[in-house]
């Protein structure tokens, strides 16, 4: 009866917690499109609102994880996914949370009206959209590692990058939001 009820917490938890970041990349297109400050400071609280129960779920996932993981600990796909959970905090932590912090503050110091050049600039950073496209894609890759729990190394570590690669290749196939700059033009093209 325990196991069962641990089990439950982790699946439900890893579910929860991937649709609260597959949300906030879904509520990023909002903020990317948005026209003027105030619609800018909507999405924006739709994305702190996806994500808020993030931490905690991510804390649930990785104690359930522990408990469930007992007779797993020597295979290499539990340090696989125990490491893909560790970098997920380390880019929400230094990546996503802070970019996101900074540009609701910037919106807030920006009064109303039209995005202002250096709003627009925070939004449109790199770093923070690719941290969430690798969390997406670890995400993924560690659901199909708990799913198929693949014996060796190679094959563990296979999972995750695969997710990782679709993740970031999607956001380079995506159409760009209004007030977002297009990709570039291959050469030739």
């Given at each position: 009866?325990?196991?069962?009820?641990?089990?439950?917490?982790?699946?439900?938890?890893?579910?929860?917690?991937?649709?609260?970041t597959?949300?906030?990349?879904l509520?990023g297109s909002?903020?990317?499109?948005?026209?003027d400050?105030?619609a800018?400071?909507?999405?924006?609280?739709?994305v702190?609102?996806?994500?808020?129960?993030?931490p905690?779920?991510?804390i649930l996932?990785?104690?359930?994880?522990?408990?469930?993981?007992?007779?797993?600990?020597?295979t290499?796909?539990?340090?696989?996914?125990?490491?893909a959970?560790?970098?997920n905090?380390?880019?929400a932590?230094?990546?996503?949370?802070?970019?996101h912090r900074?540009l609701?503050?910037?919106?807030q110091?920006?009064g109303?009206?039209?995005v202002?050049?250096?709003?627009?600039?925070?939004?449109?950073?790199?770093?923070?959209a690719?941290?969430?496209?690798v969390?997406?894609?670890?995400d993924?890759?560690?659901?199909?590692?708990m799913?198929?729990?693949?014996?060796?190394t190679?094959?563990a570590?296979l999972?995750?990058a695969?997710?990782?690669?679709l993740?970031?290749a999607?956001r380079?196939?995506?159409?760009?939001?209004?007030?977002?700059?297009?990709?570039?033009?291959?050469?030739?093209?």
């Amino acid at each position: 009866m325990a196991h069962a009820f641990v089990l439950y917490l982790h699946i439900a938890a890893a579910m929860l917690l991937v649709g609260g970041t597959v949300a906030a990349r879904l509520a990023g297109s909002g903020v990317r499109a948005a026209t003027d400050l105030s619609a800018l400071r909507g999405a924006l609280d739709a994305v702190r609102r996806a994500t808020r129960l993030n931490p905690l779920l991510a804390i649930l996932v990785l104690a359930s994880g522990a408990v469930l993981g007992r007779s797993w600990w020597s295979t290499p796909w539990f340090w696989v996914a125990t490491a893909a959970w560790i970098g997920n905090l380390a880019m929400a932590v230094r990546f996503v949370g802070p970019g996101h912090r900074a540009l609701g503050l910037a919106a807030q110091r920006a009064g109303s009206g039209a995005v202002p050049d250096g709003v627009d600039a925070l939004r449109h950073r790199l770093a923070p959209a690719l941290a969430l496209d690798v969390m997406i894609g670890l995400d993924f890759g560690t659901l199909l590692l708990m799913v198929l729990k693949p014996s060796g190394t190679v094959p563990a570590l296979l999972w995750p990058a695969l997710g990782v690669l679709l993740s970031c290749a999607m956001r380079s196939t995506r159409p760009a939001a209004r007030g977002e700059p297009a990709a570039a033009a291959a050469p030739g093209a």
